[in-house]
């Protein structure tokens, strides 16, 4: 209770999930819905480091283009919006109180006015505590978060075929499950050995 929600190189490993699709995004989406992870409805939250904003503008305007509302940190804001990707401004968790024409970040993760939390961090970010405060209240109140920039890019393109129609297998099924659908012809083993 209390600590940060951020993975680490040893804790990568912990509680992993393997699926099969018929390609990667099918089979990512599969793994992390099978986590308990909601696919968000509506409204995300950006908020990255300075040397990854330039990565994240593909994969925030793919989902803009999928429906999204994005809300972003000052610094990820600005560089979106540079960059052509439509975003509100929302404030850093320690400025509350400080500007009231914007929304405060920590306000709408409370209020679930967000369906996912976008926050990736590397040694170089100077914004520790925000960081922290918007990654554990996440966590806290039950909101999907992204902390890795790989995944986010993976994510964006997985619900970007999600959303096309172009994933079709989503529904989990357990190995057992998935060998007693399978044909004698799709087997790699012959049915008389254990599998």
Same mark, same amino acid.
């Given at each position: ?5 951020? %993975?680490?190189?040893?804790m990568a490993?912990?509680? $992993? ?6 390609? +990667?995004?099918?089979?990512? %989406?599969? @793994? ?20 990854? $904003? ?5 994969? @925030?305007?793919?989902?803009? $283009?999928?429906g999204?509302?994005? *809300? ?5 804001? !600005?560089?979106l ?19 009231? !024409? ?7 993760? #409370?209020? +679930? ?16 505590? /925000?960081? *922290?405060?918007?990654? #554990? ?17 993976? *994510?964006?393109? @997985? @619900? ?5 129609? !172009?994933?079709?297998? %989503? /529904?989990?099924?357990?190995?057992? $499950?998935?060998?007693?659908? !399978?044909?004698?012809? /799709? ?6 050995? *254990?599998?």
């Open positions: 209770r209390g600590s940060d929600p951020i %993975l680490g190189v040893e490993s912990t509680g $992993e999930v393997a699926c099969f699709g018929a390609n +990667k995004e099918e089979a990512f %989406l599969k @793994a992390l819905l099978s986590t308990g992870f909601k696919m968000p409805k509506k409204n995300i939250l950006l908020s990255v480091q300075s040397s990854l $904003e330039n990565d994240m503008t593909h994969s @925030a305007y793919q989902l803009h $283009e999928l999204y509302n994005l *809300f972003a940190t000052k610094a990820t804001g !600005e560089v919006q540079k960059n052509g990707v439509p975003c509100t401004i929302v404030g850093y968790p320690t400025e509350k109180g400080q500007n009231t !024409e914007i929304p405060n970040a920590l306000d709408m993760i #409370r209020e +679930k006015d967000i369906c996912m939390v976008v926050n990736v961090p590397t040694y170089e970010s100077k914004r520790l505590e /925000d960081n *922290f405060l918007m990654r #554990r209240t996440a966590v806290d109140f039950g909101i999907p978060l992204l902390t890795n920039m790989n995944l986010v890019k993976v *994510f964006a393109d @997985a @619900a970007s075929k999600h959303v096309k129609g !172009e994933l079709v297998g %989503l /529904d989990a099924q357990t190995l057992f $499950e998935h060998y007693q659908s !399978e044909t004698d012809e /799709d087997a790699w083993t012959t049915p008389d050995e *254990f599998h």
